[in-house]
């Protein structure tokens, strides 16, 4: 995944073997993981509680040679069971409009792009942006609202995880802010690079945003664990946004927005790097 960042012209000319070497580790997972129980599961849902080092992999986007496990099952992701149940638990807001903000920069430039095209498909939601972005204004603008949309550069503090975040126009706000909120939220996505990064504690608990969010009150949270391409994210986020609100399913519409979006990117570095963690 790091030779994404040699530039456009290196991926171009060697779009290919990448693909084929990625595609030979994700078969090799999939056979060292799951080839062994996975044709006896019935069901069209999966939530995978991964262990240690394997909470950073796609294993959604392991592969049997001829298909991918996303286009088989529909997964979410948790922690662990613990924390699986707790956010089965909560409540969540079921009415009420989304709150999109988003604050863009050199990292990620084009999410005004990405905020203009999710307004057409959720018109009577709250939009913030630019200089608005503000931290006030998503602690203000927060409250009954059904889920929460934030379009900005996440970064991650390994030496302190806590202090791991996202930035807007007047600061960051991080992970140990988000333990005074109450949000119970149905869904949070951070679409920006690397935002579902965590450290992983010795009782295999994420240690960053996701921990801060789900104390908050989140019921699930969609984030990514690499750094992303924005062309590839705004296509997907407007994919599964339009699904998830057309049928409310977001395990669903997770697995129809991949599908989509590989026709056009079939790398896995571009449609893979979002998971969906928590309550599915």
Partial sequence: MQKFALGEAYVKQHEAQMLEATDLYLQRLYADLFSTWIDDIGTSKLVLIPHQDLHGLPLHAVSDGTAYLIDRFQIAYAPSSEVLRFTMEQSGVTTGEGLYIGFADDNAPLIDDELARLQKLAPAAQFISGADASRANLFDSVAGSKYLHI????????????????????????????????????LVTLSGCSSGVSSISKGDDLVGLVRGFFHAGAKSLLMSIWQVSDEATTELTEAFYRQWLDHGDKTLALQEAMITVRKQYPHPFYWAPFMLIGSA
């Fill in 151 to 186: 379009s900005t550069h996440s970064f991650f503090r390994q030496d302190n995880p806590m202090f791991s975040g996202f930035h807007l126009a007047d600061g960051p706000i991080t992970a140990l802010d988000l333990y005074s909120k109450s949000w119970p939220l149905e």
